[in-house]
C-alpha cells in the first residue's frame, strides 16, 4: 500500500503554495479535476494585498472587518494580515518578482474598500497566473511531490474522524489512494450559477463529500458577487478587474452619470458588495468608463484586459464597457481553525476558497484571496510538520464505485444553475429561496450522477443559510 505525507485535492494557489512549504522529502500528491491551470486563482487579475509596512497593518485590519461588516474573526484577520507580510516575503525572497516602479520600488495600488495602497501585482494584471506558474516550476523540482491531473475525487476515507485518503476516478477506473494529512484546497462553489466568474472545474462537489461526513460548513449564504463582468462573444463571463477602479475607471449609467455616489460616498471604491447591490438595483443599462485614460498606459498596466476588450471588438479606451454583476466567490465554507484544520477532525485541513476561516466576513476585501491562501496554507503545513505523530492505522476500504454521470445530469445541473442564479443570487427573499428549497429537493429526486447529487446538497446548503440568516449584512441581502 502506497501512502503519501500529503494529498492535496486542487492545484489553484493554496494547493500549490501547500506543496512549495511541505519539505522536499515527503511523498505529496496533488490531484486536480482538469489542468493544474484550470483554477480560480490563475484567473486571478488584481493583485494580492498586503500591509505595506508595520503602520499599516492596524489599518489593513480595519478595512478587512469593515469590508467584512464586522461579521469577520478577528482573531483570523489578524493572522491574515500579520503573518501576510512574512509570507509575502518568504516568496519574494524565493524569487517571486512583483511589478516595481521607475524608482525600483514596488508599484503598490488600490482597491475598492482599502484605505492605503496596498495592492502588489505581476505583470500589470496577471497576479494569479504568474504566481501559478512560479509555485508550479518550484513543485517540479520536487521529485517526491507530483501532479495527477484529469481526475475526480469522488470520496474520501474516513475512519475515527481522521483521513485516510481518497478514491479518485481516473483514466476509468476508480481508484484509492493513502495519505497521512489531506489539504481540501478545490476552490468555491461557482458554477452552481449561471453567470459566474469562475474556472469551468469549480462546481462545489468537495463540499459535498464535506457535508457527507459531516464536516461543518459555515457562512454559506455569504456569496461574492463580483461588480465588474462582462459577457464575451463566446457567452462566457469575463471578469474586469476591480484594480481598474482604483486606478481611476468610471461606473456609469445609459445616461452617463456616476450613480453610484448615491449609495455610497465611495462611488467606484465602496466594497465590492455595495457596487453590486447598486447595479442590480439602479434598473439601467450599466457601463465601465475608461476614456480618461491615457491608451499606452491603459495597455501596459492592463495586458490581459486590454488584449481581451481587444478581441472582444471594443475600441480602447473610447468605448464604454457594458457591465453587470456576476457571482464570483465563495465567501463560506467548510469551518476551520486558525491553522486551517477542519473542526472535529485530526488530520483534514481547508485552505483557500474551500475553506470559511472567518476572516472575509459578510463580505470579502479586495485582493485578500491570494493573500488568505498562502497564509493559512503556510500555517497548515507548519503545524503538520510540528505536531506529533499521529499513529494513524490504515487497512484497505472497500471502493466506491457509484455511478458519477448519467445522462440528466447535464440539464438538471442547468436548471440548478438558472433557479440558483434567480433566487440565491444578488437579492434573496423568504418566498424566493423557499421556493427554490422545494425545487432543489425535487430535482434531487431524480435520477442523477453521485456528483450532481454532491452538488444539488451544497445548493441546498446555501439555500437553507440563506433562509436561516434573516438579517441583511455584507452580500446577504434580504430584500423582505
Known amino acids: 500500500m502506497m501512502i503519501y505525507d500529503y494529498i492535496i485535492i486542487g492545484a489553484g494557489i493554496s494547493g500549490l503554495f501547500s506543496s512549495f512549504k511541505i519539505p522536499a522529502n515527503k511523498k505529496v500528491l496533488i490531484i486536480t479535476k482538469n489542468s493544474p491551470w484550470n483554477s480560480n486563482s490563475f484567473l486571478a487579475q488584481g493583485g494580492i494585498s498586503v500591509a505595506k509596512d508595520l503602520e499599516d497593518i492596524e489599518s489593513h485590519i ?29 516568496l519574494i525572497k524565493s524569487g517571486l518578482e512583483f511589478d516595481k516602479n521607475q524608482n525600483g520600488e514596488f508599484h503598490l495600488t488600490k482597491e475598492g474598500a482599502h484605505s492605503e495602497k496596498r495592492i502588489l501585482h505581476i505583470g500589470g494584471d496577471a497576479t494569479g497566473r504568474m504566481l501559478h506558474s512560479f509555485l508550479l516550476k518550484k513543485l517540479l523540482k520536487k521529485p517526491h511531490h507530483q501532479i495527477l491531473d484529469s481526475t475526480l475525487v469522488t470520496d474520501f476515507l474516513i475512519k475515527n474522524n481522521r483521513a485516510c485518503g481518497v478514491t479518485v476516478f481516473h483514466k476509468g477506473k476508480f481508484q484509492n489512494f493513502y495519505s497521512k494529512n489531506l489539504i481540501l484546497a478545490s476552490g468555491g462553489v461557482g458554477n452552481l450559477y449561471k453567470f459566474n466568474t469562475n474556472a ?42 476591480e484594480a481598474l477602479r482604483g486606478e481611476g475607471a468610471f461606473i456609469i449609467d445609459e445616461n452617463n452619470e456616476r450613480f453610484l455616489f448615491k449609495y455610497d460616498k465611495r462611488g467606484e471604491l465602496a466594497s465590492r458588495d455595495i457596487v453590486s447591490q447598486a447595479i442590480f438595483r439602479h434598473n439601467k443599462k450599466v457601463f465601465l468608463s475608461i476614456n480618461h485614460f491615457d491608451k499606452k498606459w491603459f495597455f501596459q498596466r492592463f495586458p490581459t484586459i486590454s488584449n481581451f476588450l481587444k478581441n472582444e471588438g471594443f475600441n480602447l479606451v473610447s468605448e464604454p464597457i457594458p457591465i453587470s454583476p456576476a457571482f464570483h466567490y465563495t465567501i463560506g465554507g ?19 476558497e474551500i475553506a470559511s ?39 484497505d476500504f472497500q471502493v466506491d464505485n457509484s455511478e458519477l454521470f448519467l445522462p440528466n445530469d447535464k440539464k438538471v445541473l442547468k436548471h440548478v444553475q438558472e433557479l440558483m442564479w434567480q433566487f440565491a443570487s444578488v437579492e434573496r427573499e423568504e418566498k424566493g429561496l423557499k421556493y427554490l428549497e422545494n425545487q432543489l429537493n425535487q430535482l434531487k429526486d431524480k435520477e442523477l450522477g453521485k456528483i450532481t447529487k454532491l452538488q444539488i446538497d451544497v445548493a441546498l446548503e446555501i439555500c437553507r443559510s440563506a433562509l436561516n440568516n434573516k438579517k441583511s449584512i455584507g452580500v446577504h441581502l434580504r430584500i423582505d
Not at 461526513?213 to 449564504?221: I, Q
Not at 467548510?334 to 483557500?352: H, P, S, W
Open 62 to 90: 480595519q478595512d478587512t472587518l469593515i469590508a467584512g461588516s464586522f461579521w469577520n474573526d478577528k482573531k483570523a484577520v489578524e493572522v491574515l494580515v500579520k503573518d501576510g507580510m512574512s509570507v509575502i516575503e518568504d
Open 200 to 241: 469551468k472545474s469549480i462546481s462545489g462537489e468537495i463540499q459535498g463529500l464535506a457535508l457527507k461526513y459531516g464536516m461543518p460548513l459555515k457562512d454559506m449564504e455569504m456569496l461574492q458577487f463580483h461588480p465588474t463582468a462582462v459577457i464575451s462573444k463566446n457567452g462566457q463571463t469575463q471578469l474586469l478587474s
Open 334 to 352: 467548510i469551518e476551520t481553525d486558525l491553522n486551517g484544520k477542519v473542526k472535529n477532525f485530526d488530520n483534514i485541513f481547508a485552505i483557500g
Open 357 to 395: 476561516t472567518g476572516v472575509h466576513g459578510a463580505n470579502r476585501l479586495a485582493s485578500n484571496s491570494l493573500l488568505e491562501a498562502v497564509v493559512f496554507a503556510n500555517r497548515a503545513v507548519n503545524f503538520c510538520e510540528n505536531r506529533d505523530d499521529l499513529n494513524l492505522k490504515f487497512h
